[in-house]
């Protein structure tokens, strides 16, 4: 009893390593760019998700009609030099349909407050992707490897908080559980049932309801898609069930030690990776387009 708080201690510390490189990695985090402008080095956050205000419904009919637009935002901040983007610097995006048949577009920004470039964009449906780089001044950065936005809808934070809490207290009960077995102490047979309920909580019912508030779909993962984020999560609670059903066999222990590995593991791939992706040839919300 009186180590039982370094088991919790290290599975908190685990569970923050975890979560903290699935963010930093996940394909909708902004992305961080460093570009040199004369003789001033500047640090671009540049998003790669943004809200948009077409709605599912109105993806299905001719959305493109409705005239919506967007704001893209890019954050500067001066990392060497002393020099900051004045006001009357251009800025230019180019941007594209992401995996459509369309040509390089492009508009021109302004400098908005604290050193923020604001882009109008023509909005796209839920799961919609647009690849863009940048021009300021005379200088094109990233041109080779645009950046990839994909919109979604807005998620209302009671949904959205309890579902991130929820899936962080699954990663960190997991590895608690595992760690228990590790050491051979029974009490994670409890704990198990405690993981176990918060998967499902938070990744097989909150979850499709966030996304579908984003997307428009509950579930695109196995057997209806290929989304990796719904998948790992069905796979997550198949593991912790084996470990369950066995709870009082020999193999149990080991079996809970496998599905707490197993769970952190695939929790540590990257959020939204193969995610839901809008077909602009076919109108669908999709995952897995090649």
């Known amino acids: 009893m009186k180590k039982i708080w370094l088991l919790w201690l290290l599975a908190f510390l685990i569970t923050v390593f975890a979560a903290f490189y699935q963010r ?6 902004p992305k961080s760019v460093t570009a040199t402008i004369a003789e001033t080095t500047y640090m671009l956050t540049c998003p790669r998700s943004m809200i948009t205000e077409i709605t599912p419904q109105q993806a299905q009919g001719n959305w493109e009609s409705l005239g919506k637009s967007s704001l893209l ?3 500067t901040k001066i990392k060497k030099g002393e020099s900051g983007l004045s006001k009357d610097t251009p800025v230019t995006l180019h941007f594209k349909r992401f995996r459509a048949k369309d040509d390089w577009q492009q508009v021109e920004g302004v400098m908005g407050a ?7 964009l023509p909005a796209q449906p839920p799961a919609g992707k647009i690849a863009y780089y940048l021009t300021i001044a005379d200088t094109t950065l990233f041109q080779d490897k645009p950046i990839v936005v994909r919109f979604r809808n807005d998620v209302p934070k009671g949904i959205l908080i309890p579902h991130i809490l929820v899936m962080f207290a699954v990663m960190l009960l997991s590895t608690f559980c595992g760690l228990l077995a590790l050491r051979n102490d029974h009490r994670w047979k409890k ?3 405690i993981a176990l309920a918060t998967i499902v909580t938070g990744g097989l019912i909150l979850g499709p309801i966030v996304q ?3 997307f428009g779909a509950y579930w695109t993962g196995w057997p209806l898609g290929d989304d990796l ?4 999560t069905l796979v997550a609670a198949c593991f912790w069930i084996i470990a369950l059903i066995f709870r009082n066999k020999k193999t149990g222990r080991a079996l809970a030690i496998l599905a707490s590995i197993i769970l952190l593991a695939i929790y540590s791939i990257p959020h939204s990776t193969s995610g839901s992706e809008f077909n602009y040839e076919t109108g669908q919300v999709e995952t897995g387009i090649k």
């Open 24 to 29: 930093k990695t996940g394909p909708t985090n």
């Open 73 to 75: 935002y890019i954050k």
């Open 114 to 120: 604290n050193n923020r470039m604001e882009f109008r």
């Open 191 to 193: 704990y198990a049932w």
């Open 212 to 214: 579908k508030f984003a």
């Open 229 to 232: 984020t719904d998948t790992k």
